[in-house]
């Protein structure tokens, strides 16, 4: 699935008026949704998730990727729809589905290579990882310049 939401940030431990005051502004931003205006132009005004650069754009995910109660609520509504507010531990959401593809399996022999090339890229890493350590650790490292006032 691929879905666009709108954050409004809460921290967990907050009072009441501080969610309230939260409440209050995702409800302004879902009625100016509800009126027609466009979702991304608002997520890039409003959100306050990283994905507010990209009119809140979350790109495709799966299931179990996502907190239970904004994934329970990106999941029952249908493309183009907007759910209602949801509240997760990061604060109050505004969901818009994009679009819903059906979770597929890839064939072993069609991303054998792939598989491949990436699993060689992460040993190459991890070797690469371990020798600069073993590097730093014969390494002698002379100062030469005082520091200043």
Known sequence: MRASHILIKVEPQADGSQKAAARKKIEEIQHRVQKG???????????????????????????????????????????????????TKFGYHLIKVIDKK?????????????????????????????????LKEKAKVERFLTEGP
Request: with cysteine; aromatic share 10%; glycine share 10%.
């Open 37 to 87: 205006e466009d979702f991304a132009a608002l997520a890039k005004e409003f959100s306050q998730g990283p994905s507010s650069a990209k009119g809140g754009d979350l790109g495709y995910f799966g299931q179990g990727q996502m907190v239970k109660p904004f994934e329970e609520a990106a999941f029952a509504i249908m493309p183009g729809d907007v759910s209602d507010i949801v509240q």
């Open 102 to 134: 059906s979770q597929t399996t890839i064939a072993f022999k069609d991303i054998k290579d792939r598989l491949g090339r990436y699993l060689k890229q992460q040993k190459v890493q991890k070797e690469v990882s371990l020798c600069i350590q073993k």
